[in-house]
């Protein structure tokens, strides 16, 4: 791809995802030449050939302006989005989060605008005590604190000190880019492990808990992202283990247990018993990622150093959200839509999984889970992804770079991330035989000098 169409990709998959909305300004061709570091003649370009398909408008003397495409998009065929790793509008139960919040503010009247006690509302601590009993996580009320969204907890984790005085973390690879991100740009020194589709070798993780200064080991045991893996109870055992022979702590990210089927299948922080496991259970994908709500179980000797760095970070989660979430808890809405919105993700991925059944490609293996967000697809030749972008958005398909998963010393081209959580299955029969046919078409060829990958890709997108 050349580069002026790797910068209208980039513009248009802003634009098809709705981050860039219509009559929003667009960078100078200045200030767009710098994000790229190319020509103003190369971003001119880019600029002539979308405004000449009609996706964006110029105002001489003003400058540049999405036009009203999302409306256009609607009129031609509906966008695939494999891209969003956040509940469909179209299913989420609006109505009832709506009522909690204005119960919210109704019954505790003054108080809904009032500080918390750092840890939180003492009415959603008691709550979320009970609540995490339903995940197999038993602890007291005292050791649960609640912040504004697993990021936040993870990252005042990357930046504190932990009690085994050590200082780096250790992430599997792939794993969430918030999480990468948040090790940026704290600084903090960071080891990777490989957990492909044949999981994460056990001795690997025992030489570097043993050889390497690994302060936390940050895990995403169940349905992880990106590649819709989980641990097996003996896989999970074996790493509380070896937490404990090392004086090694975890950080289980549990966001996705709510999805689970199976309540066979418990957390990390259930085989603990040496207080090693710090659990985090977020409230995005399951209720809505804007109410900035997740509960953290933290071990004694943590817990103070965490809720210093989180009072003088944040002060308190919002009073507002706490309320809302412990009336949709305690009210019985939690689990009715919870149900609901699960059953959707089964069918979702069933459908996911006759599809890949159908295409029996040898170049192609797949991770497909029962439930959750997220699946993938690990291509056995080399792709370049910035060649296939264009095609797909041009395909009305949206679909994550999935490189912006790994480290650099481990990144590489083979694996896609292909999130369910917004695609219905008659988009997910029609999109995946779109996608792997495109695919198929651009499977490696040496010959093409592809642009390498640059970080400025990822811009503002972590989910
Ligand atoms: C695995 C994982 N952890 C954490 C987060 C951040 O979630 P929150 O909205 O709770 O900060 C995400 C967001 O997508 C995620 O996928």
């Not at 767009?32 to 996706?55: C, K, P, R, W």
């Not at 009247?109 to 959603?124: F, I, V």
């Amino acid at each position: 791809m050349k580069k002026h169409e790797c910068i209208s990709a980039h513009i248009l998959e802003n634009i098809q995802s709705g981050n860039m909305l219509p009559n929003e300004k667009l960078p100078s061709l200045r200030e767009m030449a710098n994000i790229f570091q190319v020509s103003i003649g190369t971003v001119q370009s880019a600029y002539d050939s979308l405004e000449h398909d009609n996706f964006i408008y110029s105002i001489p003397k003003k400058g540049y302006f999405v036009l009203g495409v999302n409306e256009r998009f609607k009129a031609v065929s509906p966008l695939i989005d494999f891209f969003s790793g956040s509940l469909d509008t179209r299913n989420i139960p609006i109505h009832d989060i709506q009522q909690c919040m204005l119960k919210a503010i109704n019954l505790y009247t003054t108080q809904a605008y009032r500080y918390t006690a750092p840890q939180g509302h003492k009415d959603l601590l008691k709550i979320m005590k009970t609540h995490l009993e339903g995940y197999q996580v038993y602890t007291d009320t005292d050791n649960i604190v609640m912040v504004s969204g697993s990021q936040q907890a993870l990252d005042i984790l990357c930046r504190m000190p932990f009690p085994n005085g050590k200082d780096k973390v250790l992430v599997e690879q792939p794993t969430y880019y918030g999480v990468l991100k948040s090790l940026e740009v704290n600084n903090t020194p960071r080891e990777g492990i490989k957990r492909g589709f044949e999981g994460l070798s056990l001795q690997e993780l025992d030489r570097i808990f043993h050889y390497d200064n690994i302060k936390f080991f940050y895990t995403i045991p169940r349905f992880h992202n990106p590649t819709g893996q989980s641990y097996t109870i003996e896989e999970k055992q074996a790493i509380v283990k070896l937490a404990k022979k090392y004086n090694v702590y975890i950080v289980e990210d549990d966001i996705a247990a709510d999805f689970d089927t199976s309540n066979k299948r418990c957390p990390l922080h259930y085989y603990d018993i040496h207080d090693h496991v710090i659990y985090i259970k977020s409230f995005s994908k399951i209720v809505q990622p804007g109410l900035r709500i997740a509960a953290i179980v933290l071990p004694q000797l943590l817990l103070n150093t965490f809720i210093d760095f989180h009072r003088w970070t944040d002060t308190q989660c919002a009073t507002l959200s706490q309320s809302t979430l412990a009336i949709y808890l305690s009210s019985g809405m939690f689990k009715k839509n919870t149900k609901m919105i699960r059953d959707i993700y089964v069918k979702r991925m069933a459908k996911l999984q006759e599809i890949a059944d159908t295409l029996n490609d040898n170049d192609i293996e797949w991770s497909i889970p029962d439930s959750g967000f997220y699946a993938c697809m690990k291509i056995n030749k080399e792709i370049q992804f910035d060649q296939i972008q264009l095609e797909l958005l041009k395909n009305r398909i949206c679909l994550m770079d999935t490189r912006m998963f790994f480290l650099n010393e481990f990144k590489n081209n083979n694996y896609l991330r292909i999130s369910i959580s917004k695609a219905n299955e008659d988009e997910i029969a029609l999109g995946i035989n779109k996608l792997v046919k495109i695919i198929k078409n651009h499977l490696f060829d040496e010959s093409i000098d592809a642009p390498k990958y640059k970080e400025h890709f990822d811009l503002d997108w972590i989910y």
